[in-house]
């Protein structure tokens, strides 16, 4: 009967443990990359993602429109701008008697943007693109002419 494993090192005189923990190792990465980023379009369901950027300078920004791609730092496609809207970002401004106003700052707006996009759906989150989207996360949403920090402040799956 042939030794397990000989004096060098070897299965049965013929594969290194090296050799084979390294194959072990490549295969196990093949497969979790499989499927970790495989994807089955019957899983993808759309997902509505609301961005609001607060006191921003509004040169730059104007060039974002609906319809427009939507994609972050990376190059992540988070989908189609649905919706833009500017308003006046509220200050506090001292009255010349003395009192705390809320006021439009005539320097800074709020940005809100709705982006659509195929995502999955989790018992524990929603991701687009391999991204997970958790309201509160800071994502930098990149597009011609801009480049802007927003915040997530809703994520909702449309339709069924």
Known sequence: MAQFLDNRGRLFGRLSV???????????????????????????????????????????????????AATDEVGTSLGTVVSVSFTPTMAEVVTPDGRLVLAESPLYQDAKVVVEGDGRASSSTVSVGGLPLRVGKTIVLVGPGYEARFQIRGVELVGG
């Open 18 to 68: 090296v050799d084979l923990f390294v194959v072990l190792v490549l295969v196990s990465l093949v497969v979790f990359g499989f499927l970790r980023y495989s994807t089955n379009e019957t899983d993808l369901q759309r997902v509505r993602l609301t961005l609001v950027a607060e006191r921003l300078r509004d040169v730059g920004l104007v060039s974002i429109e609906a319809g427009q």
